[in-house]
């Protein structure tokens, strides 16, 4: 078969993301979780989806949405790791003695705070990794009288270079593996529904792992424009200031964003052979990111995708807060029968 990461994809973009033992999907006007419990069924949950330029029309604008998609991206990517623990059950567990004084003291709002208090922490080891100490080197280079060109260069080459470490040595937990596994059955399962094959393990399962509009590859190119952009600052103005050089990159990050943005959904949806060739790189650093999935994530993969698009199946039991339970990939089918109504038909 064609290789299939060549081919551009869809305007109408449906993605989604990994998470603890399953997958998350989002569609035009929903949310979907499907997660693998240890009993080997599928629970999945579903939240109507309303973008923020639907209410702010201003945030859909080209050059704007990128900085706005990447904010929500960042919270909601929080609560979807947060819902999926949930909806495991590993969070049944008796709480220790610290947990229960913890929640006497902050009250209901416990998860929120602990929620918000994550991602700050996420923001500041970010904004240290990627941002702080390029931004370092970058002033170490031009006092000792490096050119703008090879102190900009170099200081992004950083970045770069933090961001292959980073994910080559979270690669080694094995969690982290395995969802790198659901990574990989997302990217197969859009590319299912991209090509409109009927949504089975066996028709997803033929498709790459590597897809044009991941965020991995959004990185890529968010450091690679971070350079060009810098560069041109550099050069026209140079900054010594550590702090004042590490203010800029900060202020700047909005407009990398946006610009970063574009790019993607212009490359992911386009089949020329200049597209083709600068989203390589993109498509190859999802290599460390992305391994091949077994049938079981897959399922879990079109269970997410099923529910996105269509709603939680009727027919299936629920849990006390409203999730759907099922045994197989089959039952999140639109136009699934389950054997006691066919009997009676």
Same mark, same amino acid.
């Given at each position: ?38 009993? =080997?069924?599928?629970?999945? =949950? ?65 998860? =929120?705070? +602990? ?24 002033? %170490? ?93 550099? +050069? +026209? ?26 790019? %993607? ?81």
């Amino acid at each position: 078969m064609k290789n299939q990461a060549e081919n551009s994809c869809p305007a109408v973009d449906i993605g989604g993301q990994a998470v603890m033992e399953g997958v998350m999907m989002r569609s035009p006007k929903a949310i979907a979780i499907a997660v693998r419990r240890p009993d =080997k069924s599928i629970v999945v =949950k579903r939240d109507p989806y309303h973008p923020l330029s639907e209410k702010h029309p201003w945030m859909g604008w080209r050059f704007i949405r990128g900085a706005v998609n990447m904010c929500f991206m960042l919270v909601s990517g929080m609560k979807t790791l947060e819902d999926s623990t949930k909806m495991l059950g590993i969070m049944d567990e008796e709480p220790t003695k610290f947990e229960k004084w913890l929640a006497q003291k902050l009250g209901k709002g416990i998860d =929120k705070i +602990v929620m918000g208090t994550a991602l700050v922490l996420a923001v500041i080891l970010s904004i240290g990794l990627f941002v702080a100490i390029p931004a370092g080197v970058e002033s %170490l280079l031009k006092g000792a009288g490096m050119p703008a060109l090879g102190y900009t260069l170099l200081g992004g080459l950083v970045k770069i270079a933090i961001l292959l470490g980073y994910m080559a040595a979270v690669s080694l937990v094995p969690d982290v593996r395995r969802t790198f596994q659901y990574h990989g059955a997302e990217h197969k399962t859009v590319y299912c529904h991209e090509h409109e094959l009927e949504l089975t393990p066996e028709n997803a399962q033929q498709f790459t792992t590597l897809h044009p509009r991941c965020g991995t590859a959004f990185l890529l190119i968010v450091f690679s424009i971070s350079i060009l952009l810098f560069l041109v600052l550099n +050069v +026209v103005f140079p900054i010594s200031n550590y702090f004042l050089r590490l203010l800029a990159h900060l202020v700047m990050l909005p407009l990398v964003a946006g610009l970063s943005y574009e790019v %993607l959904k212009g490359l992911a949806h386009s089949n020329s052979k200049i597209a083709h060739i600068l989203r390589w790189p993109g498509m190859q650093l999802q290599r460390l990111t992305t391994r091949q999935p077994d049938a079981g994530m897959l399922e879990c993969a079109i269970c997410a995708m099923n529910a996105a698009l269509y709603d939680l199946p009727s027919h299936a039991p629920r849990t006390a807060e409203g999730w759907a339970i099922l045994h197989s990939y089959r039952e999140s089918a639109p136009d699934y029968v389950p054997p006691e109504a066919e009997a009676m038909a």
